[in-house]
């Protein structure tokens, strides 16, 4: 049980906000109810004097507390509701299938909830998220360089004007060869520290960050303007990769990753920096300063602190192994708790010991 008043404090106040960034942190047990919670459980909150804070599921169930059926502590944390997770498999199975209020019928789900929901979690309603995958379909196809009647056909467009249309309003115009056209596909994945989004095409990795980090929406579209690329929901072989070894990682068991990172992100100096970054030993850290020192310019340690901060690739570029000169964590785009976990994890595996501060 933690019991250190300071962390205690701050770790109700994020019970409290429901603050998603200390997902997998911490372990609330209510002394009242017997029952144990992830920070963000939807549950009434109850008095602080009522709360234990654990830094383990594990631990929280040893002290004889039971598992929230709300939250669900004992289970991969996800901010997807049962709806929208029937609604995402069912357009899996077929991505050039054209819904109607019948098909949300078949599926128990009202059409209403599935438009509500959608919105709130990805921007957009179920349709334009169906749309995005129809016509992901449809960018492959035209790199390929099949005709484009075809390409509208089998990716469910009965209509050319309407293909045309969709297309403009993701692509611009619609093009006539297939290397007019660039496609990421984005997808969205579960760990232990919360929902996580990545973006890649079959060969490299552009984009992984947690999905509640400040900013993300204009990160993703000022890489998508710069690059001139259309990003769609979906999956492919190196993403499906990249789940997976995440998920060795977290559990423990991998300490590298062999994901492909492009190199068309980032000026030459936050790409050495990011280079240098990935040759920090896991369960090691290191300062600004000092990395400023082996980027060869040792003033240069609050352009370090930028180049970190624009790192959009987390875990595989492990700027969360960059600390101050005095011990202290420093910044984290995830959240400061993220970071304290990550490298405590990583010192774990590697059987180092070293005094972090939270601050």
């Known amino acids: 049980m933690i019991r250190d008043q300071k962390e205690v404090d701050t770790f ?16 609330v047990g209510v002394r009242t109810t017997g029952i144990f919670c992830r920070p963000t459980c939807p549950a009434k909150k109850p008095k602080q004097e009522n709360c ?31 709806e929208v997770k029937k609604l995402v498999e069912a357009i899996e199975e077929n991505p050039q299938r054209k819904w109607s209020d019948k098909d949300f019928d ?3 789900i009202s059409a209403n909830t599935a438009r509500r929901q959608f919105k709130k979690q990805f921007g957009m309603t179920f349709i334009e998220y169906a749309r995005a995958r129809r ?19 089998d990716s469910g467009f009965e209509s050319s004007n309407g293909f045309r249309d969709a297309f403009t309003r993701i692509m611009g115009d619609v093009p006539k060869k297939n290397k007019n056209i660039t496609l990421l596909t984005a997808k969205w994945m579960e760990t232990t520290l919360g929902s996580m989004l990545a973006i890649g095409d079959e060969h490299e990795l552009y984009l992984l960050e947690f999905v509640d980090r400040r900013g993300l929406e204009k990160e993703i579209e000022r890489m998508r303007v710069k690059l001139s690329v259309a990003i769609v929901p979906g999956t492919n072989e190196l993403l499906e990769d990249l789940e997976q070894q995440l998920g060795e990682y977290f559990e423990g068991d991998r300490s590298s ?24 030993p896991p369960g090691k850290t290191i300062s600004y300063k ?13 352009a370090v602190a930028r180049a970190n901060g624009a790192n959009q690739i987390a875990i595989l570029i492990p700027c969360h192994r960059v600390i101050t000169s005095n011990g ?15 490298l405590e994890l990583e010192k774990m595996k590697a059987g180092c010991h070293e005094n972090l501060t939270v601050y």
């Not at 234990?52 to 944390?77: G, H, I, V």
């Not at 492009?262 to 280079?275: C, E």
């Not at 984290?332 to 976990?341: F, I």
Request: proline share 5%.
């Open 12 to 27: 109700y106040q994020m019970l409290i906000e429901r603050n998603s960034s200390y997902e997998g942190t911490f372990f």
């Open 52 to 82: 234990e804070f654990f830094r383990t599921a594990k631990e929280a169930a040893l002290a004889s507390y039971r598992p929230c059926k709300r939250c669900q502590p004992l289970n991969t944390p996800s901010t997807l509701s049962s």
């Open 106 to 108: 078949d599926l128990a």
């Open 135 to 153: 016509l992901g379909t449809a960018f492959q196809h035209i790199r390929n360089g099949k005709p484009l009647i075809y390409t509208q056909m």
């Open 257 to 280: 990753f062999d994901i492909p990172l492009t190199d068309k992100i980032g000026s030459s100096f936050q790409k050495n920096v990011w280079r240098l970054l990935g040759e920090i």
């Open 290 to 302: 000092e990395l400023a020192i082996q980027a060869g310019n040792p003033k240069a340690y609050r």
């Open 328 to 342: 202290e964590l420093g910044g984290y785009a995830g959240g400061l708790q993220r970071k304290a976990w990550l």
